[in-house]
């Protein structure tokens, strides 16, 4: 029973993603009221941004608006406002404006952003793919580093414009430098006159000694192989030591080797990732609660946090070990099968329910990444997967996954054309200095966003 005189349960969600969205979509039937409290409208289909950052979908594409998903869900409510906060003491959830929501349950499922590791002045230089502000900011530095190409006389600048460095081989940066490699290559071949696309140089960094280091090693070496003859150049056990406004600097692993310097204006971060700052702020109101290294909240085998049975955290905020003792990958599906396993849950407690669900359990149903067109890598059980049959299975699994049949419909129709015509019809550069080159080597006063490209 709720307090207040408040004969119905409340459940406050903290997050529209993929957890967040799919907690409240499984506590449709149950006698509560949720809430679900997001900074943004929307639910974001994150695998696919790399695709807005080339051109090849626009973001209404992969975006479904909260309100839209959940109309039909009487009990359920959207709200727009940021969380500053947590009084467990008196159930409340604070927003940064003051605002108190009051809750009987908590699932938190705030995600994740990029991590520079220790070098958040890197940002500026080479932006994430977390959301889409992120996505169409580096639309705009690849499509304008070609437009300043087209007008560059000096060949070293020009080479300079078209050289583009992904900084992470995992299935982000594989995607990411896969795309941009058949944008110049295919794409944009027709389009300029004083140079020719496909003379681009892509680089992809990667600290271990294979991309795509979560899959076997047979596939992770069919993906290096298709990088390569898309002309993309593979550089392995090798970090970043520096990124600046038009280089970026980069050491081979455990050699005494200088840095390499590549000229480039246009850097791609996919390397890693921190917690969103939710999870330090639950793990001391809490008490007694450990965050990893990069803020995950340590949780209970049920979800739950230290000694709150009605406190959840889930998806890559929640840092949860599987039967075998290793973490849980901060993946979609991962956070989509805890969302509905928290939303069950909840539904038995408020039955009165005495059977025990147990333990969350993870089911991997395997994990795929496309390398470009007819080219991908997929595997699940003891099947592997790649080639035309890999991409066509990632095609499938991707529309299948997106929250609303409207965006089905529209990424399915975008992809065959795509495929047909190998165009892309989102190639608009927009934002701040869209139309307006500057000076990579111009100090940026404080305030003042750095564009490049």
């Given at each position: 029973m709720a307090e207040g005189g408040n004969p119905r349960h409340r459940v406050v969600i903290v997050g529209g993603g993929f957890g967040g969205l799919l907690t409240a979509l499984g506590l449709r039937k149950p006698p509560c009221d949720v809430t679900l409290i997001d900074r943004r409208n929307f639910h974001l289909f994150q695998p696919l941004l790399y695709q807005v950052a080339t051109g090849a979908l626009s973001p209404a594409n992969i975006a479904a608006p909260l309100r839209s998903v959940l109309r039909r869900q009487k009990n359920t409510r959207v709200l727009l406002g940021e969380v500053g906060g947590f009084d467990l003491t008196g159930k409340l959830v604070l927003l940064a404006d003051g605002d108190q929501i009051p809750f009987d349950t908590l699932v938190l499922a705030a995600g994740s952003t990029h991590a520079y590791f220790g070098h958040d002045d890197w940002a500026v230089f080479a932006p994430g793919l977390k959301t889409v502000e992120d996505a169409t900011e580096i639309r705009r530095r690849v499509l304008s580093a070609f437009e300043r190409a087209e007008r560059e006389r000096d060949p070293d600048a020009r080479q300079r414009l078209l050289t583009f460095v992904v900084v992470g081989g995992g299935p982000t940066g594989v995607e990411m430098a896969g795309a941009i490699s058949e944008l110049a290559r295919q794409t944009l071949r027709f389009d300029f006159r004083a140079f020719d696309p496909a003379c681009s140089r892509i680089v992809?960094?990667?600290?271990?000694?294979?991309?795509?280091?979560?899959?076997?090693?047979?596939?992770?070496?069919?993906?290096?192989?298709?990088?390569?003859?898309?002309?993309?150049?593979?550089?392995?056990?090798?970090?970043?030591?520096?990124?600046?406004?038009?280089?970026?600097?980069?050491?081979?692993?455990?050699?005494?080797?200088?840095?390499?310097?590549?000229?480039?204006?246009?850097v791609v971060w996919a390397a890693g990732v921190k917690a969103s700052g939710l999870g330090k702020l639950i793990a001391g109101a809490v008490g007694g609660v450990e965050t990893d290294r990069v803020g995950r909240v340590v949780v209970?085998?049920?979800?739950?946090?230290?000694?709150?049975?009605?406190?959840?955290?889930?998806?890559?905020?929640?840092?949860?070990?599987?039967?075998?003792?290793?973490?849980?990958?901060?993946?979609?599906?991962?956070?989509?099968?805890?969302?509905?396993?928290?939303?069950?849950?909840?539904?038995?407690?408020?039955?009165?329910?005495?059977?025990?669900?147990?333990?969350?359990?993870?089911?991997?149903?395997?994990?795929?990444?496309t390398i470009g067109r007819g080219r991908a890598v997929a595997e699940t059980g003891g099947l592997k997967l790649?080639?035309?049959?890999?991409?066509?299975?990632?095609?499938?699994?991707?529309?299948?996954?997106?929250?609303?049949?409207?965006?089905?419909?529209l990424v399915m129709w975008q992809w065959f054309f795509n495929y047909v015509t190998r165009n892309r019809a989102a190639l608009l550069i927009t934002g701040e200095g869209a139309y307006r080159p500057r000076d990579p080597h111009r100090v940026v006063p404080s305030g003042e966003s750095v564009v490049k490209g």
């Amino acid at each position: 029973m709720a307090e207040g005189g408040n004969p119905r349960h409340r459940v406050v969600i903290v997050g529209g993603g993929f957890g967040g969205l799919l907690t409240a979509l499984g506590l449709r039937k149950p006698p509560c009221d949720v809430t679900l409290i997001d900074r943004r409208n929307f639910h974001l289909f994150q695998p696919l941004l790399y695709q807005v950052a080339t051109g090849a979908l626009s973001p209404a594409n992969i975006a479904a608006p909260l309100r839209s998903v959940l109309r039909r869900q009487k009990n359920t409510r959207v709200l727009l406002g940021e969380v500053g906060g947590f009084d467990l003491t008196g159930k409340l959830v604070l927003l940064a404006d003051g605002d108190q929501i009051p809750f009987d349950t908590l699932v938190l499922a705030a995600g994740s952003t990029h991590a520079y590791f220790g070098h958040d002045d890197w940002a500026v230089f080479a932006p994430g793919l977390k959301t889409v502000e992120d996505a169409t900011e580096i639309r705009r530095r690849v499509l304008s580093a070609f437009e300043r190409a087209e007008r560059e006389r000096d060949p070293d600048a020009r080479q300079r414009l078209l050289t583009f460095v992904v900084v992470g081989g995992g299935p982000t940066g594989v995607e990411m430098a896969g795309a941009i490699s058949e944008l110049a290559r295919q794409t944009l071949r027709f389009d300029f006159r004083a140079f020719d696309p496909a003379c681009s140089r892509i680089v992809i960094v990667e600290g271990q000694g294979r991309v795509l280091g979560t899959f076997h090693e047979k596939l992770s070496q069919k993906a290096k192989e298709a990088l390569e003859r898309m002309g993309v150049e593979v550089q392995l056990d090798s970090h970043v030591t520096d990124v600046g406004p038009d280089y970026v600097l980069i050491k081979p692993n455990g050699g005494k080797a200088p840095p390499v310097r590549i000229e480039t204006e246009t850097v791609v971060w996919a390397a890693g990732v921190k917690a969103s700052g939710l999870g330090k702020l639950i793990a001391g109101a809490v008490g007694g609660v450990e965050t990893d290294r990069v803020g995950r909240v340590v949780v209970n085998r049920d979800c739950t946090v230290g000694n709150r049975s009605d406190v959840f955290v889930i998806g890559d905020l929640a840092n949860f070990k599987g039967g075998d003792g290793k973490q849980l990958p901060g993946l979609a599906p991962v956070a989509m099968q805890q969302g509905k396993y928290v939303a069950d849950l909840i539904a038995r407690r408020l039955k009165g329910d005495p059977a025990d669900p147990g333990p969350f359990k993870y089911w991997d149903k395997g994990s795929m990444a496309t390398i470009g067109r007819g080219r991908a890598v997929a595997e699940t059980g003891g099947l592997k997967l790649s080639g035309y049959l890999a991409w066509l299975a990632w095609l499938f699994i991707h529309i299948l996954y997106l929250a609303q049949f409207e965006n089905r419909v529209l990424v399915m129709w975008q992809w065959f054309f795509n495929y047909v015509t190998r165009n892309r019809a989102a190639l608009l550069i927009t934002g701040e200095g869209a139309y307006r080159p500057r000076d990579p080597h111009r100090v940026v006063p404080s305030g003042e966003s750095v564009v490049k490209g």
